[in-house]
């Protein structure tokens, strides 16, 4: 079975440019998270989805960040301008509660972004 | 203090020993609890899961001491792939689904 999918792995861009980052969830699953990780301040959850609705942003850390999930199968998280400290590995992941309070999450490969 | 605090080491092992180290969390409410592993520029894996007094699988066990808020992994027969940095992850009681993941525990297995 496919596992978490995100693309691109790696992005490098200049600030103040748009970055747009994208997940595809395991299919079947009912949540899905999105997760910045810095030396610094380790794994950091940003924002989750439950069946496609956003139910907790307050980890996003500004405005300039924002999230969607349009359908099941798919999720962004777009960055408008970047700057320098948004440089970070940012994970995707997704798991299948099915009315238990808590399971496995599946992690994406992760799209390492680099901002000039 | 944090919800979930780890040791971040590195903890230096010969191979064949033994290493332990602990996750402390401040939820006394927490039921289940998680050990990831993650190497080096990649993405985390489950490891185990503790949802009792603790979990073994192989070389690796997880105990969990609710008195003290605390769960630890234990790796016996310590081996040069073992090498990763190993995170703790508590879901928060009051937010279904969402977890708390601690910075983790680098551990470096040398020959």
């Known amino acids: 079975d496919a596992g978490v999918i995100q693309s691109p792995r790696h992005e490098v861009t200049e600030m103040g440019q748009e970055v747009t980052l994208r997940c595809k969830p395991i299919?079947?699953?009912?949540?899905l998270f999105w997760y910045r990780q810095t030396m610094m301040r380790g794994l950091e959850l940003l924002i989750y989805?439950?069946?496609?609705?956003?139910?907790?942003d307050s980890g996003m850390p500004e405005d300039r960040f924002s999230a969607k999930m349009p359908n099941a199968s798919f999720s962004t998280l777009k960055i408008q301008p970047s700057e320098p400290r948004d440089s970070a590995v940012y994970f995707c992941?997704?798991?299948?509660?099915?009315?238990?309070?808590?399971?496995?999450?599946?992690f994406g490969p992760g799209t390492r972004l680099t901002v000039l | 203090r944090k919800e979930v605090e780890q040791d971040p080491g590195p903890f230096n092992v010969p191979e064949g020993a033994t290493v332990a180290f602990n996750c402390t969390y401040s939820?006394?409410?927490?039921?289940?609890f998680f050990w990831y592993r993650q190497d080096c520029r990649k993405e985390p894996k489950l490891l185990m899961s503790?949802?009792?007094s603790g979990n073994e699988d192989g070389r690796f066990t997880a105990q969990l001491n609710r008195a003290s808020q605390y769960i630890s992994l234990l790796i016996r027969d310590s081996k040069l792939s073992d090498s990763a940095t190993y995170l703790c992850?508590?879901?928060?009681?009051?937010?279904?689904?969402?977890?708390?993941f601690g910075a983790g525990t680098q551990v470096v297995v040398t020959p």
């Open positions: 299919s079947g699953h009912d949540y």
């Open positions: 939820n006394s409410a927490s039921q289940s």
């Open positions: 989805f439950n069946n496609n609705v956003p139910i907790d």
């Open positions: 992941a997704s798991n299948l509660l099915g009315g238990a309070p808590d399971n496995e999450q599946f």
């Open positions: 503790v949802y009792s």
């Open positions: 992850a508590v879901p928060l009681t009051d937010s279904w689904g969402k977890f708390q």
